[in-house]
């Protein structure tokens, strides 16, 4: 009941436990400045350890397999002699048929001048004279030799190639062609190197590279010719372990 001239009565508010009352939490200025390195550390780390990482894992890749994007020259020595007489026109297209990226071609020259893919070794072989040399012999002799004599039945009968044939088969086919000039009495190294690049000009051999274990020829070819490469053949002795030296070597 309320009295006249009174204010009306109401219910006074419940009270809310001391335990259950929320209170904003007040974090100071300076606490605040003290925390952003340790979250800005927490943010950077992970991405900068990962990229780090991820940078290693690359380079150590690129150690053990570099050669994956920069993979070796496959090289049929001879052509492919396990399907046929080395240095042979049925060699060079077995190789050919493998998908080969380089072919070399050994090179020697007949006592008349004539360039052969030829090398002594097979020569002994063909002719069954263990001292018998290219440069002794002129083109209709080596023309008449069988190029498979003494090898398995399936290989016989062969001609032996000039340069100028086995060249013009491979040299549009594979990325590089090698051509080991092979020195020998008697003329040795005398007009050797122009008679290889009057085959190489000839045939228009743009990817061909010119090796020798003579520098005497490497020199005339460099001296010769600007557009021909030219490697030098470094022998080994694998029971003394001495190994022959550019004792000669100028650059022209």
Partial sequence: MNLVGSKPWKRPPARIPRRWRWQRPTVSRARILRLLPILAFLALAPPVFFHLRLRRFQQMRMRRCGWIDRPPLVCAHGGDSSNAAPNTMDAYRSALRSGVDCVEIDVSRSSDGVMFALHDRDLQRMSGNNTATVGHLNANQIKELNAGFQLPQEFRNPEVPTA??????????????????????????????????????KTQCRNC????????????????????QVGYIVMKDHSTGTRSNLLRMKVL
Avoid at 211 to 222: H, L, N, P
């Fill in 164 to 201: 100028e044939d086995a060249l013009l088969l491979v040299s549009n086919s594979v990325r590089q062609v090698i051509l080991d000039a092979k020195v020998g009495p008697p003329s040795f190294e005398k007009g050797l190197a122009f008679d290889i690049l009057s085959v190489v000009n």
């Fill in 209 to 228: 590279i010119v090796w020798a274990k003579s520098d005497v020829v490497g020199r005339e070819v460099i001296r010769l010719s600007q557009d021909v």
